[in-house]
C-alpha cells in the first residue's frame, strides 16, 4: 500500500515537471515546435484528468488543444482520443468545452484513429 502512494506521489511529481518544461515559451515566432512536442502537451493534460485535477487539466487543454489543431497528424489525433477518454468523468462546462474541441479536431482529421 506504501509503495502505491509513493508510485502515485513520482508520478504527479513527473506530471509538474512536464507540464513546466511544455509551459509558455514552447513557441518559436508563433509556430508551434514539431508534433512530438504537441503530443506531449496533449498527454500531459490527459494526465492531468486521470490525476483528479479535471479543473486545471481544463484550463491546461486550452492551449493543448490551440497547439494541436495546427498539427495534422496521426499520432496527435491519437492523443486527442486519450484525451477524450481521460476527461468521460467530469461533468463541468470547462470540461464539456474541452471534450467538443477535442472531438471536432479528431472528427476533422480524416483517419482511422478519430473518434
Avoid: W
Amino acid at each position: 500500500m506504501g509503495t502505491r502512494g509513493h508510485e502515485r506521489h513520482g508520478a504527479g511529481q513527473q506530471l509538474a515537471l512536464g507540464c513546466a518544461l511544455l509551459g509558455d515559451g514552447q513557441q518559436d515566432a508563433g509556430r508551434v515546435r514539431p508534433h512530438p512536442r504537441v503530443m506531449d502537451r496533449v498527454g500531459l493534460t490527459a494526465a492531468l484528468f486521470d490525476e483528479g485535477q479535471a479543473e486545471r487539466g481544463a484550463a491546461a487543454a486550452q492551449q493543448a488543444l490551440d497547439d494541436a489543431a495546427r498539427v495534422d497528424s496521426t499520432l496527435v489525433t491519437s492523443r486527442l482520443n486519450t484525451l477524450l477518454d481521460a476527461a468521460c468523468p467530469y461533468e463541468t462546462a470547462a470540461v464539456d468545452e474541452v471534450r467538443t474541441r477535442a472531438k471536432n479536431l479528431a472528427t476533422a482529421r480524416s483517419t482511422t484513429i478519430a473518434a
